[in-house]
């Protein structure tokens, strides 16, 4: 399918030069002089290779048709993660490169969406938040303000998170996956 290059996302699967790449960043770059481009950072998915590619805005790709099924996350083993298909209980083992930074979220049970191309999977989306447990805050500093201060706090998964003064150590919060950013405090 052909989109123009400035619909571009991260995850997206393009056919480029006879080869299929996941795209793993996307920029709009607006130079001081000329026309915009769309800044691609992408992966082959049969090499691993890594490459930047500058298409104009208005220049249309071709977007691969990519399955997007729901897993579940069974466990980890050093860098392979392996997931269940929810209807067909059948397992697949990825590598962490293909989760990414959020791989850290992954919990027993969690249902993900895994895409699919032709049987093998691309790439696998965690939820946009999740709920954690804090289990390190430091405490609150006397004169700061609620609405513009936040104090570093550790998640059960080792993570560091910037959360609000009131918040403290056994304290479940939701954050987001993608940016490690507090949204709230979980509802139980």
């Known amino acids: 399918m052909k989109v123009t290059a400035i619909t571009i996302r991260s995850g997206n699967v393009l056919e480029y030069n006879d080869k299929l790449w996941v795209v793993l960043k996307s920029?709009?770059?607006?130079?001081?002089?000329g026309a915009a481009v769309v800044q691609v950072e992408m992966r082959d998915i049969a090499s691993g290779n890594k490459t930047n590619v500058r298409f104009r805005t208005q220049e249309t790709v071709e977007r691969?048709?990519?399955d997007e099924v729901e897993y579940q996350f069974l466990f980890a083993n050093d860098d392979d993660f392996t997931f269940m298909h929810m209807e067909t209980y059948e397992q697949v083992?990825?590598?962490r490169d293909m989760i990414g930074d959020p791989a850290v979220y992954l919990q027993d049970g969690m249902v993900v969406i895994m895409q699919i191309y032709e049987n093998r999977p691309?790439?696998?989306?965690l939820p946009d938040q999740v709920a954690m447990e804090i289990v390190e805050a430091d405490p609150v500093v006397k004169g700061q303000t609620a609405s513009s201060s936040y104090k570093p706090a550790v998640l059960e998964n080792g993570v560091r998170v910037m959360v609000p003064p009131h918040i403290e150590s056994g304290t479940r919060i939701v954050v987001k996956t993608a940016d490690n950013s507090y949204v709230e405090?979980?509802?139980?």
Do not use: E, H
């Open 27 to 33: 920029d709009i770059l607006q130079p001081g002089k």
């Open 64 to 66: 691969a048709r990519v």
């Open 122 to 125: 691309l790439g696998v989306n």
């Open 185 to 188: 405090r979980a509802k139980d």
């Open 93 to 95: 083992v990825v590598q």
